[in-house]
């Protein structure tokens, strides 16, 4: 599962590093602690161009008439998408990409859970793999998107059993670029365990709490040093 995550780079360094076409929204915030029903940019592909909007995140699907069901929709098993009828036709033409550079994950340890900060080493962008659609109603219109999840490493297996799909940068145009037929999309092949690097610490409960948002969210705890996951 994936159920919080952080970006925490400004505009101008997302543009650079994923080399950004078009950005629709000028709403943006870095965050160091993004929850479900927020609004987070989201890399989607419009002809040829790399195109960012912010969406929300839960999914709702078009034809739903409760919008809260967008809290229940924050991940989809990548096993499962094409079974799923919120997801399978949206495998085919609403295939994006959600930005972070980091996420969390809480560890049971008896009846406590304790939070971890999972990151790229260098500080790089985490492009996690996922699924949108627009919802309308009588007075508004919004863009949700939820994150597909797949089995962890098995250096982080330890702390979750599901993990975000993480893709490479290479795999982005392919992953975001919609299916022109009906087969079954071999972008399909990506949704697996990341297999590039990816350190861990853990963090204070101050996470936990969707109000707070600060570089406190991400600081080790403890004096621990960070953990190699790879």
Excluded at 74 to 94: D, F, G, H
Excluded at 196 to 220: A, E, R, W, Y
Aim: glycine share 4%.
């Amino acid at each position: 599962m994936c159920g919080r995550k952080t970006l925490t780079k400004d505009k101008k360094a997302i543009i650079k590093e994923l080399f950004i076409d078009e950005w629709q929204d000028d709403n943006y915030e870095p965050s160091f602690n993004i929850a479900p029903t927020q609004d987070c940019p989201v890399l989607i592909s419009l002809g040829n161009s790399r195109v960012i909007k912010l969406m929300r995140w839960g999914l709702i699907p078009s034809w739903s008439k409760n919008r809260s069901i967008g809290s229940k929709m924050i991940n989809a098993r990548s096993e499962t998408i094409l079974e799923k009828v919120s997801y399978k036709n949206l495998v085919y033409t609403n295939r994006c990409v959600i930005i972070s550079d980091g996420y969390y994950e809480w560890k049971r340890y008896g009846d406590v859970k304790k939070p971890f900060y999972i990151h790229h080493p260098e500080k790089k962008l985490l492009l996690m793999a996922g699924l949108w659609t627009s919802w309308r109603s009588s007075s508004n219109s919004l863009s949700t998107y939820t994150v597909i999840t797949t089995t962890p490493q098995k250096e982080i297996a330890h702390i979750h059993d599901r993990m975000p799909v993480i893709l490479d940068i290479g795999e982005v145009d392919n992953w975001i670029r919609p299916n022109k037929d009906n087969k079954i999309p071999t972008q399909l092949d990506s949704l697996k365990s990341y297999i590039g690097k990816l350190i861990c610490h853990p963090v204070s409960n101050f996470v936990n709490s969707t109000g707070n948002n600060s570089i406190k969210c991400i600081k080790p705890t403890d004096e621990t040093n960070e953990l190699s996951l790879f």
